[in-house]
């Protein structure tokens, strides 16, 4: 499974990104995990048949979305704020993890 991101960029605090995951193959479960310097590797948001399911720092900000169609993810960010800075990660779970190469979101104050 190839998993391909898109969408980071560098944003003012307050602004709104929309990130891309485009998976080689449908996928039952996936998600988004992010990574900030000194930090572990977290979960943001995650979706499955519907479900969805988000860490709490981002509920109410983050909104996660898939197109079967397209066997892409979406994960839309708004009022964004500095300590969302970090390498945003696709992830699928399909037998195992697979995950895309990261993409940088840098929110600025």
């Known amino acids: 499974v190839q998993l391909v991101e898109s969408g980071g960029g560098l944003v003012q605090a307050g602004g709104s990104l929309r990130l891309s995951c485009v998976a080689s193959r449908s996928i039952f479960i996936m998600g988004w995990y992010r990574q900030a310097p000194g930090k572990q590797r977290e979960l943001v948001a995650s979706i499955t048949s519907g479900n969805t399911n988000y860490a709490d720092s981002v509920k109410g900000r983050f909104t996660i979305s898939i197109d079967n169609a397209k066997n892409t993810v979406y994960l839309q960010m708004n009022s964004l704020k500095p300590e969302d800075t970090a390498v945003y990660y696709c992830?699928?779970?399909?037998?195992?993890?697979?995950w895309g190469q990261g993409t940088q979101v840098t929110v600025s104050s």
């Open positions: 992830n699928a779970f399909f037998g195992t993890h697979y």
